[in-house]
Nanobody, 124 residues
Framework: QLYLEEYGGSLVQAGGSLRLSCLGSGRRIFSDYVIGWFRQPPGKEREFVATIDWTGDRTYHADSVKGRFTISRDNAKSVAYLQMNSLKPEDTAVYYC????????????????WGHGTQVTVTA
């Protein structure tokens, strides 16, 4: 199994930036997995944010974050990132990273492995 842990969530003002990290560990090889970022706003379903293929060559972002968020990965460090710029209050959510060997890009569930999430709160 590939274990995932998210870092970087915080309280930030609208217009600010944050970078989330998703660190992989365990006996599985990080580069064998497609990575996705999802978020769950308060009282709502989990929704897709961005996904990246095994090598980082291909990415796809939800329309709601396109042009503001960027997904990337560094397989040598077993980490994936979500750079979030121009944050809005509606970006407030718990952010989760997921990993799945099936690809090349995964915009929907299921994902084989999940982290526990990190809270992002954007104030007006």
């Amino acid at each position: 199994q590939l274990y995932l842990e998210e870092y970087g969530g915080s309280l930030v003002q609208a217009g600010g930036s944050l970078r989330l990290s998703c660190l992989g560990s365990g006996r599985r090889i990080f580069s064998d997995y497609v990575i996705g970022w999802f978020r769950q706003p308060p009282g709502k379903e989990r929704e897709f944010v961005a996904t990246i293929d095994w090598t980082g060559d291909r990415t796809y972002h939800a329309d709601s974050v396109k042009g503001r968020f960027t997904i990337s990965r560094d397989n040598a460090k077993s980490v994936a990132y979500l750079q979030m710029n121009s944050l809005k209050p509606e970006d407030t959510a718990v952010y989760y990273c997921g990993a799945d060997p099936r690809g090349p890009l995964r915009t929907g569930l299921p994902y084989e492995n999940w982290g526990h999430g990190t809270q992002v709160t954007v104030t007006a």
